[in-house]
């Protein structure tokens, strides 16, 4: 049903076409706008960059981003994970994030991180699905596209690697 694939460049343009469907909604980034492909290249981790499909399409994406630049900190990752809007309650975001969680155990990365905004009940529901917990709140953090301060709460996975 649905392939799992890691993602290159080229698949920048279906990536950001599926980043700017959140940006419009304003429940998944406090982001104004799309980076390039080289500032987004900075920011995320080059591991763990994976891209799902659906009949041969790009549906959705999603990476991580490193929580700090102290090497005590480098298993403790933020996860984001995107998923177009045509394709959402379909089962590609479970599928997804649990390869993520899967794989990222392999690669050493022992604390997954999610800050959602706490009106995305789909992304809390998607997040309590494949195992997350929630483990803080935080009241006016941000303010979304609209101008509108929002709450995140924080969710986190923890590796069986550790344990």
Not at 49 to 66: F, N, Q, V
Not at 70 to 99: D, P, T, W
Not at 102 to 130: A, V
Request: proline content about 1%; glycine content about 6%.
């Amino acid at each position: 049903m649905f392939n799992i694939r890691e993602m290159v460049e080229n698949d920048w343009e279906f990536v950001k076409e599926i980043y700017e469907q959140a940006l419009i909604e304003g429940k998944s980034t406090f982001t104004k706008e799309v980076p390039t492909y080289e500032n987004w290249d900075k920011s995320h981790l080059k591991d763990c960059r994976y891209i799902i499909e659906k009949d041969k399409k790009i549906i959705g994406w999603c990476s991580l981003s490193p929580t700090s630049s102290r090497e005590v900190y480098k298993g403790v990752v933020e996860v984001s994970i995107y998923i177009h809007q045509k394709y959402r309650n379909i089962g590609a975001g479970k599928f997804l994030l649990n390869y993520l969680v899967k794989e990222s155990e392999k690669k050493g990365y022992w604390s997954l991180i999610s800050s959602i905004i706490s009106s995305n009940i789909n992304s809390i529901k998607l997040h309590e699905k494949c195992g997350f917990r929630q483990v803080g709140h935080r009241e006016k953090i941000a303010k979304d596209i609209f101008g509108i301060w929002q709450n995140t709460v924080l969710y986190e996975k923890r590796s069986k690697i550790i344990f």
